[in-house]
């Protein structure tokens, strides 16, 4: 049997939840930070197991993740024409 989640009052809730917000933000930030650099890295001639090896990304998500950023940049490119 399962214990019971602790009861917070909404004080308590609401300081979890913005603690919460905040890592979110800098993950999305990291995480977007790290897609660009794999892009580069492809782009640049990297292999996908080197990209990898040194990732948190398969060499499939390191495909489908320079695949996306590439796509994006040359949206936003065909839009700044």
């Known amino acids: 049997m399962a214990a019971n989640s602790p009861t917070l009052n909404d004080a308590e809730k609401a300081r979890w939840m913005r603690r919460l917000d905040r890592a979110t933000a800098a993950h999305e930030k990291t995480r977007r930070t790290l897609d660009e650099l794999v892009a580069d890295a492809r782009q640049a001639g990297v292999t996908l197991t080197l990209i990898?090896?040194?990732?948190?990304?398969?060499?499939?998500?390191?495909?489908?993740?320079?695949?996306?950023?590439?796509s994006e940049r040359q949206a936003g490119d065909a839009v700044g024409e």
């Open 52 to 70: 990898a090896d040194h990732t948190p990304y398969s060499r499939e998500w390191a495909r489908t993740i320079a695949s996306r950023i590439a």
